[in-house]
């Protein structure tokens, strides 16, 4: 492996980290889609920090996509107290307004630039070792790998020095109030956080790469487990791991590594999404199945028992009247006698249906639960 192919595996990986630490509260407030938002409507925010320095490192440009995110933002919840609207509506009202402000500046005032549409969409890490940090003339690596380790680091700290408040705040904004956590201020410095992110991560791996990394590995951690802490470290890895996954699958395929990571990780959120062990579809599906197959269990022991408490009926049931007498499928009754059996709940004597002493027992305590 070289070190052109190790950088930017590395570049990806401390990217995917930075963006999933606050993509973790996003998901968790219910605003994955303000990622979005953000990620598309900065980009003003970012000419206007051009225009102004005419210096494309310049940190104003992270200064002026900060404060664009914050207004953001505070148009989508105005929009949305007003009740006109509700928040998904204003979303797809305000950012692509922004954004397109934002094309029409480039278009208009950065055409002879390297500052595009194209490059801002969709980045190319690709070229992330060719823009090298080398302050006083001595080489520390890719610019973009130092900017987004300081961005990562700046999120893990807010995260662990405002943990508790930020907790709080996420799962109940009135008890933070309460409890005078000023809810609204963490709310605008996590956003402005999101902004910064995002346009640290524009010129490595583009809008596209930073809403997949920000939302898709938070949201496969939250299937995966309902501990806070558990769920940002989840995040992170799964992050990493999708970073590191999709750049192989682009030398694989001979793709766009930028599109493969996302790719990745929506595979990543598939698996979690079906393979989850409490939450996943296929964990669901069997213990759906479990509980039907007790239920009908149950019924079979109860049906039998209201045979034997009944001098009318006599006790004389065979597998075949359980299709008549309970409507059921002649292999859905088959199985639940085959079951009982296993389970020494039932036995069959010439054919006829009858409970051994366990079975009468859990019959009675079924029928007391009813």
């Not at 919840?77 to 007003?82: A, D, P, Y």
């Not at 979303?91 to 397109?100: Q, W």
Request: glycine share 10%; net charge neutral; with cysteine.
């Amino acid at each position: 492996m070289s070190a052109a192919q190790l950088e930017i595996q590395l570049v990806a990986v401390v990217v995917a980290a930075a963006c999933a630490l606050p993509g973790a509260f996003l998901v968790l407030r219910r605003m994955a889609m303000m990622s979005d938002a953000v990620s598309h409507s900065i980009l003003p925010g970012i000419v206007v920090g051009f225009l102004l320095t005419g210096d494309l490192s310049s940190p104003w440009l992270i200064v002026g996509a900060a404060a664009t995110g914050l207004v953001t933002v505070s148009l989508v919840e105005f929009i949305g107290r007003s009740r006109l609207l509700k928040e998904d509506a204003a979303i797809g009202i305000v950012f692509p307004v922004l954004f397109s402000v934002g094309v029409l500046l480039i278009a208009r005032n950065a055409g002879d630039v390297h500052l595009d549409v194209d490059a801002v969409l969709l980045g190319e890490i690709a070229f992330a070792p060719f823009d090298r940090f080398a302050p006083l003339g001595l080489d520390l690596g890719p610019r973009s790998l130092w900017v987004m380790g300081g961005i990562a680091l700046i999120n893990l700290g807010f995260i662990l020095l405002f943990y508790k408040e930020l907790k709080v705040a996420t799962f109940d904004a009135g008890l933070a109030a309460a409890l005078g956590f000023a809810p609204a201020l963490i709310h605008y410095l996590l956003m402005a956080l999101v902004s910064v992110t995002a346009v640290g991560a524009f010129d490595a791996v583009g809008s596209i790469l930073v809403v997949a990394l920000m939302i898709g590995p938070p949201a496969a951690a939250y299937v995966l487990t309902d501990r806070l802490k558990t769920l940002l470290v989840l995040s992170v890895v799964i992050g990493g791991l999708s970073a590191i996954g999709g750049y192989w699958l682009a030398r694989a395929l001979d793709a766009s590594i930028g599109g493969s990571m996302a790719t990745v990780v929506g595979l990543a959120f598939a698996a979690a999404y079906l393979f989850a062990p409490e939450r996943g579809l296929v964990a669901g599906a069997l213990r759906r199945e479990r509980q039907r197959r007790t239920f009908t269990e149950r019924m079979l022991l109860v049906h039998l028992l209201q045979h034997e408490r009944d001098p009318d009926r006599g006790i004389t049931c065979r597998s075949e009247h359980l299709v008549e007498h309970l409507r059921w499928k002649p292999d859905v009754a088959s199985d639940a006698v085959s079951r009982a059996r296993r389970s020494g709940l039932v036995r069959i004597d010439e054919g006829v249906l009858a409970l051994t002493p366990d079975g009468r027992a859990v019959a009675a305590r079924a029928v007391e639960e009813l």
